[in-house]
């Protein structure tokens, strides 16, 4: 179902059967990404609690300019952090590759070390959804397997904090309402195929068995 240190094709959408249709296909959204994944945001809170309290502690001789020169070196390490996190943010998404197929979702990320996802739908056991206010968000997916898919190896394609039980995730995509609807229609008629298809088969069995030939 997963692999993890086989060379992947570069191009996931030129191996795809032509038998299945190609709904959506895209990568991870850059800033909501790097604001979230990466963790930037956690920097600019800590800038901001810094100059909060600067401030407070001299709130009863006020100056800017003695502010400023307080704030320059917590200022600069800030900007070098984010830089260096921007750096590996863009590192992580650009070799990855999320795709939807009338069939099957595929996970293609990780740069050093590469981990492929491809799994049909009737192996989902469900998709969970969350999203921002920008409307980003994350699609999670349990799977029927036995197979644990490592947290570390699959990062960042994996739900956070879902260390024990670790759930394949397309990670701060854009427009996650529209992704999720089309996902959940292609799961649900794929779903519904399959299903048909095993209740013609038991038939067809059946009748075998009692000596009537289809």
């Known amino acids: 179902?997963?692999?993890?240190?086989?060379?992947?094709?570069?191009?996931?959408?030129?191996?795809?059967?032509?038998?299945?249709?190609?709904?959506?296909?895209?990568?991870?959204d850059l800033r909501r990404f790097c604001l979230t994944a990466i963790g930037i945001k956690y920097i600019l809170i800590y800038l901001i609690i810094i100059t909060c309290s600067i401030i407070y502690t001299r709130y009863g001789d006020f100056n800017l300019i003695i502010i400023l020169q307080v704030l320059v070196p917590y200022l600069l390490s800030c900007c070098l952090a984010i830089i260096l996190l921007v750096i590996v943010g863009i590192s992580q998404v650009l070799p990855t590759v999320y795709v939807?197929?009338?069939?099957?979702?595929?996970?293609?990320?990780?740069?050093?070390?590469?981990?492929?996802?491809?799994v049909p739908f009737d192996k989902i056991a469900s998709i969970d959804k969350n999203h921002y206010r920008d409307g980003s968000g994350?699609?999670?997916?349990?799977?029927?397997?036995?197979?644990?898919v490592p947290f570390f190896a699959s990062w960042p394609s994996v739900r956070p904090w879902y260390f024990s039980?670790?759930?394949p995730t397309f990670r701060c995509i854009a427009d996650v309402e529209v992704i999720a609807l089309k996902l959940s229609e292609a799961a649900q008629s794929r779903v519904s195929e399959v299903n048909?298809?095993?209740t013609n088969d038991i038939k067809n069995v059946k009748m075998q068995d009692g000596g009537i030939t289809a």
């Open 196 to 198: 048909l298809r095993k």
């Open 100 to 118: 939807i197929t009338s069939k099957r979702v595929i996970i293609k990320s990780g740069l050093a070390l590469i981990f492929m996802l491809n």
């Open 165 to 167: 039980n670790p759930e």
């Open 1 to 28: 179902m997963y692999k993890i240190n086989n060379t992947p094709p570069k191009d996931i959408l030129s191996v795809i059967p032509k038998d299945e249709e190609i709904i959506w296909h895209g990568r991870p």
């Open 138 to 148: 994350n699609i999670s997916f349990k799977l029927i397997s036995n197979k644990r």
